[in-house]
């Protein structure tokens, strides 16, 4: 049975900081890249960071650069998102993904249920 679950969110004051954890099970981790998404109220799910297989490629929004850091665990199966100096507007829920191409370059796609993280004084 494949899961990610996520852990971490918390209602944080402008300025704190945050670490969010991915476990997976139920699948190959190492063979899937992995991915950070939030959904604020009423706007769409945008990516936040994503980390290649084994963590040597990695992405962000420009929104979150430089304050953000993604990473993986590929011995614990769990990738983690290291938040530092949050803003209001990061306030949202936060889903973490695995992505992999299967040989018939089909993807496989999963996704977390999601934790909410708060920025507010």
């Known amino acids: 049975q494949v899961q990610l679950m996520e852990s971490g969110g918390d209602l944080v004051p402008p300025g704190g900081s945050l670490r969010l954890s991915c476990a997976a099970s139920?699948?190959?981790?190492?063979?899937?890249?992995m991915s950070w998404h939030r959904q604020a109220p009423g706007k769409e799910r945008e990516l936040v960071a994503s980390?290649?297989?084994?963590?040597?490629?990695?992405t962000y929004a420009d929104s979150v650069r430089g304050r953000f850091t993604i990473s993986r665990d590929n011995a614990k199966n769990t990738a983690y998102l290291q938040m530092n100096s949050l803003k209001p507007e990061d306030t949202a829920v936060y889903f973490c993904?695995?992505?992999?191409?299967?040989?018939?370059?089909?993807?496989?796609?999963?996704w977390g249920q999601g934790t909410q993280v708060t920025v507010s004084i």
């Open positions: 139920g699948f190959t981790f190492s063979q899937f890249a």
């Open positions: 980390t290649s297989r084994f963590g040597s490629s990695t």
């Open positions: 993904k695995a992505l992999s191409m299967s040989s018939d370059g089909t993807p496989q796609i999963y």
